[in-house]
């Protein structure tokens, strides 16, 4: 995977969060490998260093990060690099190609530990453990920005004010746990603006999933009542949620209130399927999350089971990389330091084995948590049973990722034999333009390698001088722009974001064209394969592969490897597709106000309003913009010299 180069900001919020002094680098030198070369670097920046907690990066000639550590005392950690024939060879080897250093200090070892996350997080270093996740978890919001707050899933940085609930371990969990929960609570899901456009209740008030706010059917001491149950059915008080609805469904009933008691029944019925679906013996458990460890033919994983409020949020399975010649323990303490790097961490975190910096990783957490954070063993009892269930999830969990590997292993032989590569593809680009009869065209690349797809690495492409409908066309300047930029930036192909193999979405139009293309720029020695759907396009159809020679290969309708290939060039049909959707959509949304420079959403709202139509705004008289409220006179000379260039 390609590492960030120097040259970037050196520490993500710095500013926010830690003390850091001007960094000290090191010259550069050759990039051949070289012990002594890397040990006199060390040395040298040694010589510099405080006797102060921070984090180093080792950086090789081309400044590329190797290392993210951290340490409770610069001087004394960084000089144990120096002795470099004391060290493993894993080590040494990332010694002999340092080349310069980047120092940060900060006010504590525990500070120090967050930041390392960070960069580790944001560098991705070679020999940092890593923890390989595309994925952020999803979480359950409760807004409180509305008098009416809804509930929705949520991803990323937690900006909007309201009670997030989570982590969850998978979209599909968080979905179902929001219907049940709009079945128990009645909660609006709608968003503000469709919200405020209401007449009359939609169809998720017909099918008992809404209180219908939006039109008055409850009102906002009602609503708010509805909110504060939901609250605590998700901070751990499910059973006296329960109770109440039961006491209220029998009193509907004495009552002779039938519907209410009918709908009533219907939300404890909600309540049960949310506690029976996401059930597990977690006695006296209130917030944990539980981690094990399975370790097999030099593989990895981690089991994460979530439990919040006495029940199951879910579990996932973690395989981190890099990890050869380290412990187990060592492992799990780094995975654990970059997990909790975004996900706020519980209250209480079970392991399967001691950490040998447990007491600073509690230090950390809390500064994050801003409440007692506590990792434990357990010998006995429920939790510990806990922990052995996950361990056992972890073992079935790597058993099934090596027999995958195993499995993905034999098609990539079988794939790289019916391509007639060299050798098996660590990075494999796919391609596909998409358009209407030309318009709004657009190119896609998407890259997969050994683990998957690399997500982070897709590309897009506004074609730019292919104006009609020439597929041919897109495809040359897509790849001129691609390789062009990469003889640019990366001519000596070091930084691995060369690919070992280009496949095309086409047939022998595109592969001519993106051949063309490659030998303009002097490029001959990149694999090329197109693929084409075979003469029968329906469920019987197969594809045909289309070499840069002109020769067609087929392969066999059931074969693994056809399957294999049909996935990449369907996600990068996937992925262009998507991002031709959302570019019409931004242009269907546009103004020609968005041309005129100075304008901003709030004055173009305002023109807007006052002027009806962008045409009259464009139509209108200096006077009449000065008139216009929010529109200065500066403002309006702008608009109208904008219209009328010649006065």
Known sequence: MA???????????GLERFNEERATSTVRGSEQPDLQAGAEV???????????????????????????????????RVANYVQWDKLPIRLQRMVSQTRSMTIVTTNSEAEALL???????????PYNVLLRDDKSFPFILLRADHAFPRITKHRGARKAKGNYYGPFASAGSVNTTINALQKLFLLRSCTDSFFSRRDRPCLLYQIKRCSAPCVGRIDEAGYAELVQEAKDFLGGKSNAVQRKIESQMAEAAEALDFERAAMLRDRLRAATFIQGSQAINAEGLDSADIFAMAAKNGQIGVQAFFIRGGQNWGHRAFFPTHTEGLSEEEVLQSFLTQFYEEVPPARLILVDREIPESDLLCEAFREVAGAKVEISVPQRGARRRLVEQATRNAVEALDRRLAERGTQAKIMREMTEFLELPEVPQRIEIYDNSHIQGTKALGAMVVAGPEGFVRNQYRKFNIKTAQTNDDFAMMREVMTRRFGRAQEEDPERESGTWPDLVLIDGGKGQMSAVKDALEELGIEDVNLIAIAKGPHHGREGREVFHFPDGREKMLPVNSPVLFHLQRLRDEVHRFAIGAHRAKRSRAITASPLDEIPGIGPAR???????????????A?????LQRAPGVSAAVAQTIYDFYHPSG
């Open 42 to 76: 060390i040395r040298d920046t040694v010589r510099t260093l405080p006797t102060r907690p921070g984090v180093y990066r080792m950086q090789d000639a081309r400044g590329d990060v190797l290392y993210v550590g951290k340490a409770r005392v610069l001087r004394n």
């Open 620 to 624: 209108a008289s200096l006077e009449d």
């Open 604 to 618: 173009k709202r305002a023109l807007l309003l006052h002027f009806g139509t962008a045409g009259k705004v464009r």
């Open 115 to 125: 930041l390392e996350a960070q960069l580790i997080k944001r560098f991705r270093p």
């Open 3 to 13: 590492r960030t180069p120097a040259g970037t900001p050196d520490y993500p919020k």
